[in-house]
C-alpha cells in the first residue's frame, strides 16, 4: 500500500498548490465574468466589447504578437545554435545571452525607457553626432508607431532567452551520431540544420512557442513603461477596468478572454507542432 500511495503523496503538493493558487482564483473570476449582484448576465462582455479601446487593444495585442514571437524564434534558434557548437566558453556564452531572464517586465521597461527618453541615450547620442539640433519626443502621444516599437524591441531584448534555454536543451538531447552519419554522407551546415536539428527539435520548438506566445498576450509591465496609455493591450484594459473604472466584473470578462485567446493558440501550436510518436527520440 505505501508503494501504491508513494506517487499520489509526491504529486499532493504540487496538486494543492495548482487547486489553491490556480483552479479557485479560476473560478472566482469565472463567477465574477458571468454574473452581476449575483445574477448570470452576458452583459460584462457587452460592456468590454462595446468599448472604444477594445478593437485598438486586440488589434496591437495580437500584432504585438505577429511580430514578436517569429523574431524571437529566429533569433533564439540563431543564439541556441551558437551556444551548442561551442567547444569551449559555452556557459559564459549562455550566461551572457541570458542575462534578461533575470531582469523584471517592468524593469526592462524602464531600462527602454532611459534609451528613448526625450532625455535619454538615443537622443544623447544623436546630439553628440550632430543628427538632430534637439531632442525628439520618441515616445509622445503622437508617437505611437514609434512607441510600438520600442514595445517590440524591449520584449525580443528582454523574452528571447526564454525561447533560447529551451531550444538549447532541446539541441542537447539530439544524438550526435546523426550529425556525423549526415556529414559523411555530404550534408551542409544549413542541410543539417533542416533535416535533423529542426525535425528533432519540434517537442522544445512546442514548448518555446506556446510559453511565448501566451507570455506575449500577458505584455503590461514593459507597455505601461513605455507607452502607458499611449497603447492600450488586453493585459492593460484588464488591469484598467479593474482599478480605474472599479468595475471588476468587466476585468473578470477581460481576463478570461485572454485565457480563452491563449488556450486556442495554444491548441493551434500543439497541433501544428505535433510530433507523431515513431519520429521521436
Known sequence: ??????????????????????LYPFALVAFEAVTRDGVFTLDNFRTMAGSWKFPVTVR???????????IQLVMALAMASVVSRLESGRSAA????????GISD????????AIFDQSGFLNTLLSGLGIVDRPIMFLGYQSKLTIFIAVALAEIWRATAIMMVILVAGMGLIPKE?????EVFGAGPWKRFA??????LRPSLQTAVILRVI??????????????TNLPVL???????????????????????????SIGFTLFFLRVLRVPKEARI
Not at 9 to 22: G, I, N, T, W
Not at 94 to 101: Q, R, T
Not at 106 to 113: E, Q, S, V
Request: glycine share 4%; aromatic share 14%; with cysteine.
Open 195 to 200: 533535416r535533423i536539428t529542426l525535425p528533432l
Open 94 to 101: 549562455l550566461y551572457i545571452f541570458a542575462i534578461p531572464l
Open 235 to 261: 493585459m492593460g484594459e484588464t488591469y484598467n477596468w479593474q482599478f480605474a473604472l472599479q468595475d471588476r466584473n468587466v476585468a473578470a470578462a477581460s481576463a478570461l478572454l485572454i485565457l480563452a485567446i
Open 60 to 70: 496591437n495585442t495580437l500584432l504585438l504578437a505577429a511580430i514578436v514571437v517569429p
Open 1 to 22: 500500500m505505501h508503494g501504491k500511495a508513494l506517487p499520489y503523496l509526491l504529486l499532493m503538493p504540487a496538486s494543492l498548490f495548482l487547486c489553491v493558487f490556480f
Open 106 to 113: 517592468l524593469a526592462a521597461g524602464l531600462i527602454w525607457l
Open 215 to 228: 507570455l506575449a498576450f500577458e505584455v503590461f509591465a514593459v507597455v505601461a513603461a513605455l507607452g502607458g
Open 178 to 182: 546523426y550529425y556525423e552519419a549526415a
